[in-house]
Structures are given as C-alpha cells and as structure tokens.
C-alpha cells in the first residue's frame, strides 16, 4: 500500500516520519492509501519551510504579470483533469460525483480570479499632500504562509488561498486533512508541470504534530486554517501568540427561515439539497428549518423531499447522497440524534442503520428529520455535521432573527419569501457573514470573501477575492520629497 510522498523543493519525498494512520473510502471502507503522521513530521516542515523561505526570496521580486502565468496554465490542467480529481474526491471523502465535479469548479474559479492579482494588488497613491512630496502603499508579500484544510472539500478549500498567495508573491505550504490527502496529491501532480521556482509550493501530510509545527515555526508568516471551531480557536490563539498573521474558519449551525408568502415548491427542493448535499458535510449546509406562521403543509413536503433521496456509493450516478466521512463520525451523528430524542425531540424520519445493498460496512446515515427539540436545548446549537435537519416552529420574523442571532456561530443564514421587504429587514438583521434568500447554500463566488462571522470565523480577512490579496500582502506607505530645486536641466 502507497505511504504516501511530501511535495517539497519540487520533488516528491519521503516523510521523515515512518507511523501512518489509513485513508478509507467511506463507502466500502477500502484502503486507498497510508500518510505519515506522528511528531517526525516535524522535521518535515523544517525542510518544507526551508524550500519555501529559500525560493520567496527570488520569487518575491518576479513581476506580477509573469507571475500569474503559471495560474493560467493551472486552470487548463485543473480543467483537462476535473474527472480525474472528482473521482478521487468522491473515492475519499464520499461525496456524489456531482458534488465532487462542482467543487472541483469552484477551485478553479478561484485560480481565474486570481489571475486577476496584477490589477487586485495596485494600491493607492496621493500627490503633493505638500509642496514637492507625494505619499503612496504598496503592498508587498509576507513570506512563507501555510494553509491546513478539513476533510470536507478536499479540492476546493486550498484553492482559497493557494493561488492568491502565489500571485502576491508568497511561498505556500499546504497541509491537507489526514482523511482526504490523495485529492491534493493529484492536484500537486499538476502544480508540479507549472514553470514555478522549486519551493514556491510544497505539501506536507499529517495530523496535529505537522499543525503544531507550522505554528510553531518562526518563518511562517501566515496561516490560513479551515475546520472546527474548537481547532480554529486553538489555531487562531496560538498562531497569534507565536506573531503570526491568521485567518481561522470554524463550524456552522446554519437557519433557514420559510415565510408563508414563500414559494413553497422550489423552497423544499433548496432546501432539501441543502440539508442533505454532501450527506450534511458543508459548513454551509442548512440544519435549523425554521417555518414562521402557518406554512399549509410544508413540513409533509420537506419529509418528503427528504424520504425519498437515494443514498449510496457517490461514484454511482443515479444516487443523491454519499456516505458521511468515518465511522466514527457516524456514531457521533447517531449519539446527537438520540441525545436530541434524551432533550425531548422526535425523530419524524431516522435515517439510522442505513444498510446499503453492497456496501453494508459504508460509513451511511440516510436523511433523518427531527422536530419538536427544545429551544433551550444542546442539540438545536449543535453542529451535527450530517444529514439531519431539525425543524422549528415560530410566530414571527422577529422570533426568527431572535433565535438566529442566540447562536455562537455566524456562517449562513437564508430566507425563503416573496417579500422584499422581509427580505431586505432579514439581510439587515441577521447576525451571520453570508446571507441567502430564496438560495439555500449562500457560498460566495470566488471574487467574494467567504465571510464567516462570530465562532465560525477567528481573524479579519477572509479567504477568497481582494480578502485574499490583503491577506498575503503586508502594506508600506511610502513618502517621498523632490523638490523643484532639486531637478537638473539636461
Ligand atoms: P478539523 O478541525 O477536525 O480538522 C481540520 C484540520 O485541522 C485538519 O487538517 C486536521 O489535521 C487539523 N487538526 C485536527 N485536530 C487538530 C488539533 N487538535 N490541533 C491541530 N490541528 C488539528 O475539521 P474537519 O473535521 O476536517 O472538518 C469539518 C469542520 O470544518 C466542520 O466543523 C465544518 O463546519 C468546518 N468547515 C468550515 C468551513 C468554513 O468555511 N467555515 C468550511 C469547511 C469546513
């Protein structure tokens, strides 16, 4: 079985590390290959930041025209290659090839904008702010920065970062999630064909040790990080005390609000899809469904919506939902329905001991539904990170927002109406970073920041857009004095 290979200085590898924990097909719980993991991957980062802080000190001064022209050629690699790379996000985090073959577009998107990072980085210039002097900013590039990413979508969320840290004239490193590794492998199979200077972007594998020595290394200057909130806050804290610059994205609990007046037929089938794409594995999956005043009979048609999704093994087209990521996370999923049962919930349709024809050790919930869970209660706050949707029955819009802005995180809210105004008071009011009406998963374009509020996000800038480029960029304001006398005729 593969161990599988660092990307450093422009060559696979071998870990220094010689433990490896497996990475499973969550379907059929096949072993697709073993990464390094333990504390030797310390020494790994040293020489991954060794590369990287060697090669940002030529690739620093490349103008930023020439180089954005490895990102152009990125984009046709990644675009000839897009099936390739949906299969093997769908082969390890589970996810149906439709997800996987979307999400492969949204890195790409984000390789385009960045294309974009000649014009994104001009900065601002005053002339004569007093007789004979002008005063300008240019943005310059930190240094060494490195990404470590979750197991949801292993394609795109490096894509967040790793092209605008680049074009701004950075070095990268990446650390994948030690659940989904052969995604980024793939990927760095085509970044390795880019005419890139060894070391601008290396990978290291492994789990908490590799991310301790990231922090911990006094030449990486930035840290982009995406996961739990318990890991965000931990990162954030300790990145900071260790003088480094960092964006952290944390967990969701995300609400969707449905209005009498909405349109009830194409509001469950968002909402459906939102619940349940990615078997409930996105941070911006719909949790809380939350229907004010009387909605006729629409909880008989999310049930339904939701019965009748087919789940099985994602490379198989005709299915609608994969597995979730681990066994494990499916004992957790099951413990938090039955604690919401405990807390005085019920289960409307309990997708527990799925059993699927053929892939009977598979990692599967089918779509479950609980209602009548205490306001007050845990589970209504809990990130349950799988297909359960939890409905909630309120009197008023301002009962809605109240309830939304009591929760610790802020990643997604939507509203489904036909009122302009309501939608206009909740987009206002709602205390979250993105804000969907009448959509169901309100993910930024990749020209947008992804803007996670409160616990869901830990930092200033976001991943994403001109976020982005502030991010890997530091500002130096420059002010100069040439007097008239100064000036010799020729
Ligand atoms: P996770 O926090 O368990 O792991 C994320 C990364 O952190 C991995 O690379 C992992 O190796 C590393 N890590 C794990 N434990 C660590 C520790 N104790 N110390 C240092 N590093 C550690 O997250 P996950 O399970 O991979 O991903 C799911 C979570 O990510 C969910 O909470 C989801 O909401 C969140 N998420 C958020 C966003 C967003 O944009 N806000 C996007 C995707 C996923």
């Not at 194409?266 to 941070?283: E, L, P, W």
């Not at 087209?317 to 807390?343: C, F, H, N, Q, W």
């Amino acid at each position: 079985m593969e161990i599988l290979n660092n990307y450093i200085d422009g060559s696979w590898v071998r870990s220094s590390e010689t433990n490896t924990v497996d990475v499973v097909n969550p379907a059929s719980q096949e072993i697709l290959g073993k990464v390094p993991h333990g504390n030797n991957t310390f020494a790994d980062v040293d020489r991954a930041v060794e590369a990287a802080s060697n090669a940002f000190r030529i690739w620093r001064d490349v103008p930023v025209m020439r180089r954005v022209q490895p990102l152009y050629k990125l984009k046709q690699l990644l675009e000839e290659n897009a099936e390739d790379i949906a299969r093997t996000i769908t082969l390890e985090c589970g996810k149906t090839l439709v997800e996987s073959r979307g999400e492969v577009q949204r890195a790409i998107e984000n390789v385009e904008v960045a294309c974009g990072t000649p014009t994104l980085i001009q900065s601002e210039f005053s002339e004569n702010i007093a007789p004979g002097i002008d005063e300008f900013m240019i943005r310059q590039p930190l240094g060494v920065c490195a990404c470590i990413a979750p197991f949801n979508f292993p394609g795109m969320i490096p894509f967040w970062f790793l092209p605008y840290a680049i074009a701004c004239g950075n070095a990268f490193i990446i650390k994948p999630s030690e659940k989904v590794p052969l995604t980024m492998q793939k990927v760095f199979h085509l970044l390795d064909q880019l005419d890139l200077p060894k070391g601008v972007i290396n990978m290291v594998h492994g789990g908490k040790e590799t991310v301790d020595a990231l922090l911990e290394h006094p030449e990486v200057r930035a840290i982009s990080f995406v996961g739990s909130t318990q890991v965000a806050k931990y990162i954030y804290g300790k990145g900071a005390a260790n003088g480094k610059r960092v964006q952290a994205q944390g967990g969701a609990k995300n609400p969707v609000v449905i209005l009498p007046d909405a349109d009830i037929e194409m509001s469950v089938k968002i909402i459906t899809d939102s619940v349940f794409g990615c078997a409930g594995q996105r941070c911006l999956a719909a949790s809380n469904i939350i229907t004010v005043g009387d909605n006729g009979n629409i909880k008989d048609a999310l049930y339904e919506s939701a019965r009748s999704r087919t789940t099985g093994y994602g490379l198989d087209e005709s299915i609608e939902m994969g597995p979730v990521i681990t066994a494990d996370s499916r004992s957790r999923i099951e413990y938090l329905i039955e604690k919401g049962v405990k807390e005085g919930g019920n289960v409307l349709l309990d997708g527990r001991n799925a059993k699927i024809e053929g892939f009977e050790k598979g990692n599967f919930i089918k779509p479950t539904i609980l209602e009548g869970l205490p306001l007050d209660g845990d589970i209504i706050r809990t990130e349950i990170f799988g297909p359960v949707m939890s409905l909630i029955e309120l009197e008023t819009v301002e009962d809605a927002l109240g309830f939304i802005n009591g929760g610790r995180y802020g990643n997604m809210a939507c509203l489904f109406t036909s009122s302009g105004a309501n939608a206009r008071k909740f987009r206002n009011q709602a205390v979250a970073g993105n804000i969907g009406i009448n959509i169901g998963v309100a993910a930024p374009m990749a020209q947008f920041p992804f803007s996670g509020w409160n616990e869901s996000f830990f930092g200033d800038l976001h991943g994403q857009g001109r976020h982005a480029i502030e991010f890997f960029t530091q500002t130096k304001v420059v002010i100069e004095r040439w007097p008239k006398e100064w000036s010799r005729k020729f």
